[in-house]
C-alpha cells in the first residue's frame, strides 16, 4: 500500500480501525490465508503513521455474514464509533469485507463523509467526503451485493438442479448421518448414549426443562455438530 497524500494529522490522531470479517466458520477454518491476510493490514495501519496504540482490531463478527447488521457487534461498534468522530480511517481488505448491503454500506459512507474518516483497502484511500471517492466507494458496494446476489443465485440453482435428480440432501439431526443413500444411527458411542439417555429422560419427565436439569445434575453434555461454529 503507498502511503497517500489524503493522510492528514487529523487522521492519525483518531484511531485506525482494522475491520476483519469471514462470512461462516467455515470459512474461517478452511481459508486461513484470508484472515491472515486481514490482520496484516495492522502493520500496514503501522506504515502510514498511526502508532500500534491507536490501531484497534474488530474481528468478533468472524463467522458472520455481511448481508446484515444482525449479529455483527464489531459493525456496530464500528459505525457508533466512526459516528462519535473517533475514528481516522477504516482498514478493510474490500468493501465486501465492511457490508455486503447498500443500506449499510452508504449509511456507514456518509457517517466517514461528515466525521472525515478514511477507508482504505487493498486497492487504496479513499476519503468518502470527496465526490470521486464516493462515487468508486459506492460502486464497490453495488458491485458487493451484486455478488451476493450472484452467490445466492448459483447456490440456489445447484440445489434446484440436484433436488431434479433426487440428489438433494439436508443436514440430518444430531445422531443421524447419511450412508450413502441410507440414513443411519451415528456410530459414535458417546453421541448415542447421550441421545438414549435424552429420550429416556423426557420419556419419564415430558418437559424439555426436566431433561436439561436432569443432564444438568449428572454432569452430562448434549451433542452437537461439530462443523460450524468452536472447534
Known amino acids: 500500500m503507498i502511503m497517500s497524500a489524503k493522510i492528514a494529522a487529523r487522521h492519525l490522531s483518531r484511531q485506525a480501525c482494522i475491520y476483519i470479517?469471514?462470512?461462516?466458520?467455515?470459512?474461517?477454518?478452511l481459508h486461513q490465508e484470508s484472515t491472515e491476510r486481514q490482520y496484516n493490514l495492522m502493520a500496514q495501519a503501522t506504515s502510514l503513521g498511526w502508532r500500534p496504540e491507536q490501531i484497534r482490531v474488530l474481528d468478533r463478527d468472524l463467522g458472520q455474514s455481511g448481508a446484515t447488521m444482525t449479529n455483527r457487534e464489531?459493525?456496530?461498534v464500528l459505525v457508533g464509533d466512526v459516528a462519535m468522530g473517533q475514528v481516522g480511517a477504516i482498514f478493510s481488505l474490500e468493501a465486501s469485507r465492511l457490508a455486503r448491503s447498500n443500506q449499510d454500506w452508504h449509511r456507514l459512507l456518509e457517517l466517514c463523509a461528515i466525521t472525515n474518516t478514511l477507508v482504505i483497502d487493498e486497492d487504496g484511500c479513499y476519503d468518502p467526503a470527496e465526490f470521486n471517492d464516493s462515487l468508486v466507494?459506492?460502486?464497490?458496494?453495488?458491485?458487493?451485493?451484486?455478488?451476493?446476489?450472484?452467490?445466492?443465485?448459483?447456490?440456489?440453482?445447484?440445489?434446484?438442479?440436484?433436488?431434479?435428480?433426487?440428489?438433494?440432501?439436508?443436514?440430518l439431526p444430531v445422531g443421524l448421518l447419511w450412508n450413502g443413500d441410507q440414513i443411519v444411527i451415528d456410530p459414535d458411542q458417546e453421541v448415542k448414549g447421550a441421545m438414549h439417555m435424552m429420550f429416556y429422560l423426557f420419556a419419564h419427565e415430558s418437559t424439555v426443562s426436566g431433561v436439561i436439569e436432569h443432564f444438568t445434575e449428572l454432569a452430562l453434555l448434549f451433542t452437537?455438530?461439530?462443523?460450524?461454529?468452536?472447534w
Open 74 to 76: 464489531d459493525f456496530k
Open 137 to 171: 466507494l459506492g460502486m464497490k458496494g453495488t458491485f458487493a451485493q451484486a455478488e451476493l446476489h450472484i452467490i445466492r443465485a448459483r447456490l440456489h440453482g445447484g440445489k434446484l438442479n440436484k433436488a431434479a435428480k433426487g440428489e438433494l440432501r439436508f443436514a
Open 21 to 29: 470479517r469471514q462470512s461462516t466458520m467455515g470459512q474461517v477454518r
Open 224 to 230: 452437537r455438530r461439530a462443523d460450524v461454529g468452536v
